[in-house]
């Protein structure tokens, strides 16, 4: 039997959900919200008529799949990135669309490991924001030459990992939040 795109894709991913594509999601409703809420996710409260956002990274996600894939929001149903699209009309293979996925994931992997090395990275902040935190030190830390080498190595990964996230996971104009 031949695995779904979902598992050969999506549950191997999990950027969608991890904080590297959005720092959050918009929600459909208040209700959908409340639910969210009651399951121990972290919402953060809409300003006027918007139901509020899920903040990213997703605490349901658990390594690359989504603990409460029955009761996930319809922001989540309804989400397809760039790359499942491109591989649902044929014009990107199963096996190139993973081996762009392992790319990513590689990637990210590396920023994180440079984040590490600064000696940041709260891990409940999506990784634009882990890097930002990361990059903004005190003044006396920039004046070390061996620190700034490694905030230019961190710039340079987090520049490559935004440019293969944007080509490669989201549609131009289109995106979550």
Do not use: W
């Not at 961190?154 to 979550?176: C, H, I, K, N, P």
């Amino acid at each position: 039997m031949k695995p779904s795109l979902t598992d050969a894709l999506c549950t191997r991913c999990g950027l969608c959900c991890d904080g590297s594509l959005f720092a959050d999601v918009e929600l459909a409703n208040n209700d959908e919200a409340s639910a969210l809420e009651v399951m121990g996710l972290e919402i953060e409260d809409a300003d006027g008529e918007d139901a509020g956002l899920l903040l990213q990274p997703c605490g349901a996600l658990k390594g690359t799949r989504c603990s409460i894939y029955p009761h996930r929001p319809d922001c989540c149903r309804t989400f397809e990135c760039r790359l499942l699209q491109e591989v649902k009309r044929g014009t990107v293979s199963v096996e190139i669309a993973q081996g762009k996925i392992a790319e990513a994931l590689r990637q990210i992997e590396r920023v994180n490991e440079l984040i590490a090395r600064l000696g940041a990275g709260h891990e409940r902040l999506p990784l634009k924001e882990r890097c930002a935190e990361a990059l903004a030190l005190s003044e006396e830390v920039v004046a070390n030459p061996a620190m700034n080498r490694k905030r230019a190595e961190l710039r340079a990964a987090m520049t490559s990992v935004e440019r293969l996230l944007r080509e490669t996971f989201l549609e131009q104009g289109r995106g979550r939040s």
